[in-house]
C-alpha cells in the first residue's frame, strides 16, 4: 500500500468518525418536530468559552433515577413528553424505548442526564439580553426532536 493510499484510508476513516458523532444532531435537525420546553440558566455565561449557557429545563426529570435502574455511567434512558399548558414535559426517565410519542434519548452522566439540548451558544453581544429573557422565567427552548428521541437545540425565545 502506498503513502498516499495509507493517507487516504485514514482520511476516510475519520470523516466516517465524524459523521457518526454529529448524525443525531443532523437527524433531529433536519426530520425532527417542534416541541417548546420551558428553560432556566443551569449555569451562567462562561468567561473564558465566550457566550455560552448551560440550561436546565425544570419540566423534564434530568435527575438520574433510583440508582439502581442505572448500572453505570453511559446508560441510555428515555423521557417521554406530553403537553401540558402549551409546553412539553416529562414525569421521570424509564430505561426502556417508548413504542410511541414523542421522547428524548438521553445518556446517563454521573448526577445528571444529558440529552443533548443543555448548551447554548450566542454571540457576545448578545448575552446581556439573553441572560434577562433567560432569568425572567419566560424563556421557552425550541427543541426539534426526531423519531428516534434525538434532539437538537434550535432556539430560546419569549414565551
Not at 440550561?55 to 453505570?72: H, I, K, M
Amino acid at each position: 500500500m502506498t503513502a498516499w493510499m495509507k493517507v487516504a484510508a485514514v482520511l476516510v476513516v475519520q470523516l466516517g468518525l465524524v459523521a457518526v458523532g454529529v448524525a443525531p444532531q443532523v437527524s433531529a435537525r433536519t426530520t425532527g418536530e417542534e416541541y417548546l420546553l420551558r428553560v432556566q440558566p443551569y449555569d451562567p455565561i462562561d468567561p473564558f468559552r465566550g457566550a455560552y449557557v448551560d440550561l436546565s429545563y425544570p419540566d423534564l426529570a434530568l435527575n438520574v433515577p433510583d440508582e439502581g435502574d442505572l448500572e453505570a455511567d453511559g446508560t441510555t434512558v428515555y423521557l417521554v413528553l406530553r403537553e401540558k399548558d402549551g409546553v412539553w414535559v416529562s414525569d421521570g426517565a424509564v430505561t426502556e424505548r417508548p413504542d410511541d410519542g414523542p421522547y428524548l434519548t438521553c445518556d446517563h452522566h454521573s448526577w445528571r442526564l444529558r440529552c443533548g439540548i443543555e448548551s447554548y451558544f450566542l454571540p457576545q453581544d448578545q448575552a446581556a439580553s439573553f441572560d434577562e429573557l433567560v432569568g425572567s422565567g419566560q424563556a421557552v427552548a425550541v427543541v426539534r426532536i426526531d423519531g428516534r428521541g434525538h434532539a437538537a437545540l434550535v432556539d430560546v425565545r419569549s414565551r
